[in-house]
């Protein structure tokens, strides 16, 4: 179905992540911080989505994505932040650069999977 990557320094987050997107047929990638999911997502192009966390090491999540889209272009791929942050203020930032939901830690697999199911459904209807 869809190419994901996962961008989180968390292994135990990722594992939950991919073995529940893998589960639905997404096909998963892993990266392990800011800078690996920034190498990551430029090789591969053009992710069908992107799930990040904000608190990593090397780059956060927001400058991480922020330095994607200066590389790849804005709007290519819908991204979802998942991540223990709350701030408004950060809220805001990640909307700036294209982040589509921000989902709090911990979070429900079933309701992740179906925020999933909808972005994809969106992208691929436009």
């Known amino acids: 179905m869809a190419k994901i990557v996962i961008v989180d320094d968390s292994e135990t987050i990722r594992s939950q992540l991919k073995q529940a997107l893998e589960s639905a047929g997404h096909t998963v990638t892993e990266a392990v911080n800011g ?13 069908d989505l992107v799930i990040s966390d904000y608190n990593m090491p090397g780059a956060d999540g927001i400058s991480m994505l922020a330095k994607v889209k200066d590389k790849l272009g804005a709007g290519i791929f819908p991204i979802f932040m998942l991540t223990t942050e709350t701030s408004e203020s ?8 294209g982040v ?6 911990p979070f429900d697999s079933a309701k ?7 972005m ?6 436009s």
Not at 36 to 47: E, F, L, N, Q, S
Not at 90 to 97: D, N
């Open 35 to 47: 800078n690996d999911g920034y190498d990551k997502i430029v090789a591969m192009g053009k992710p």
């Open 90 to 97: 950060l809220k805001t930032a990640g909307k700036e650069i």
């Open 100 to 105: 589509n939901a921000w989902i709090n830690k």
């Open 112 to 118: 992740l999977l179906s925020a999933v199911t909808k």
């Open 120 to 125: 994809l459904a969106r992208k691929a209807a």
